[in-house]
């Protein structure tokens, strides 16, 4: 399934959704102060849950519950919503600091479903002293998921990550379309209460539920915005936040273009990520020699002709039908995700030798093309979203109930068109790719946008955040973690020299995450971390 395809409900969905609201009509939505949003008190303002924790996992120390929240904050005693949450208690309760809110990203990740990973994840020094949570984003949740129904033909789908030729373009934008379209005459409840922002004002609510005074937190790549935000909307309500993987919020939410021309997934430059990580990763390969690389011996030339290829006639496989050029760049996607460039670069140079005059067993040749077929559809539903995450619950039209109502975008399907093919001028085949991720928002519902915050993200936050991100990650450049710490006053930017998506896991910065929670400590300024191994390191 394509990035493109992924964001289409499946024809059955909801078709027996008994919440229904009488349609979705576009207002504005103006950005405002962050105190504004806060209020007087600097929190949120509605009745606080109790929260009955009860064994759920069997075998494992995990606790569940259900927490009561505002459909509306603006109505704060109104209808509600039940969250689901996971608590991985302290395991040194008697010397518990607090409790480490988590999200894995998506939009559409489930974070009662990471919880349990990030306990490890973050540390035993870590988890210690902190119960890490996760409390489910609205519309991902058991409880209160994202439904929209509609009577009408379901389209073909699209199943490539993203059109090569105008006519693909119009068979990826139906289906898009057709969805967007059933948000828009036939929603459930949540659909118009899913914005990032409302899911900061519940991550408000339990942290006061859980008794801190103020938000610990961790989220990776779209939980970076998640947390951004929570800083911007309640700045003295931060205590030790780090963001890993970061997004650039302004790019995400509004972009500097008025009216909004190109689509927030062209806006935040996740293509100049992934090509860098590419390129540079080619000329890694070729440095360290076959020993440690499959693909070495001139491997940029070789990619420059497994691509003309795939243009052309496709790839050969070993399967029924050739591995197209939009299907090669997709499952190269997925495998810089998870910092697989040991396994990536069997794959290619399989199919290069495939292709072009060697000789490969038929079972390895059709291994490296699945490899690739799956690479891709492990991050294709939430894109944005920790590659420790990929085995949770996929929730695919959640990414579209958030990201569409946080952002602001284009109408048309020129518009994806124009903004993907001008992207891969300077990041070919990746600016398409990720530019036909957000296909859906295309139109989106106005009101669905009215609780949204829009900025300004430049605050002063009660104690220093911890923003990270590697050097060559393929879906959050550098370049938003460079923003983040520029608007977040007395941030403090710590990098590595990694590739992938998601930094938590290099040895350097896991000491330095450790400090930070632990004694408030901050990295030295402008610190980088060296990478655990090799680039091309048996995985």
Known sequence: MGLAAALTIS???????????????ARAVASAPAAAWAGASDQVNAPVPTLNWTKC??????????AKAPLDYDDPTGPSILLDLVKVAATDQKHKLGTIFVNPGGPGGSASGFAPDAATYLGKAVTARYDVVGVDPRGVGVHTPMVCTTDQPVPEPFTHPFPVTSREAGAAWRPAQWFRAACSSDPGRIVGHMSTADTVRDMDLIRQAVGDRQLNYYGISYGTFLGTSYAAMFPSRVGHLVVDSVLDPIQWSTGTDRPPVRPFSTRVNSARGAYEALTTALVECDRVGRAQCALAGNAPAKWAKLVAKAKTSGLDVGMDTPLTYADLIGGVLGNLY?????????????IYAANFGGRVASGDLRAAGSDLTRAHESIAVAPYTS????????????????????????????AWWNAGRAQDAKSPGFGSLWTWASAVCGGWPGSTMED???????????????????????????????????????SRLLTTREYGHGALGNTCVATQFTA???AGKLPAPGMVCPANAGLFATP
Do not use: M
């Not at 024809?11 to 009509?25: I, K």
């Open 11 to 25: 024809p059955t969905a909801g078709a027996s959704v008994a919440a229904r609201t009488s349609g979705v009509t």
């Open 57 to 66: 996992y069997a075998g494992q120390p995990y606790l569940c519950a259900t």
């Open 338 to 350: 998870g910092h697989n460039y040991h396994i990536l670069a069997q794959a290619l140079q399989q």
């Open 387 to 414: 590659p420790l995450a990929n085995g949770q619950r996929k929730v695919g039209d959640a990414f579209a109930g958030v990201a569409c109502s946080d952002t602001r975008n284009p109408r048309t399907q020129d």
């Open 452 to 490: 949204s915050f829009l900025g300004p993200y430049a605050v002063k936050t009660a104690n220093p955040v911890l923003v990270i991100n590697n050097r060559y990650d393929p879906a959050t450049p550098i370049q938003g973690a460079q923003q983040v710490n520029r608007l977040l006053a007395g």
């Open 516 to 518: 930070y929670f632990l």
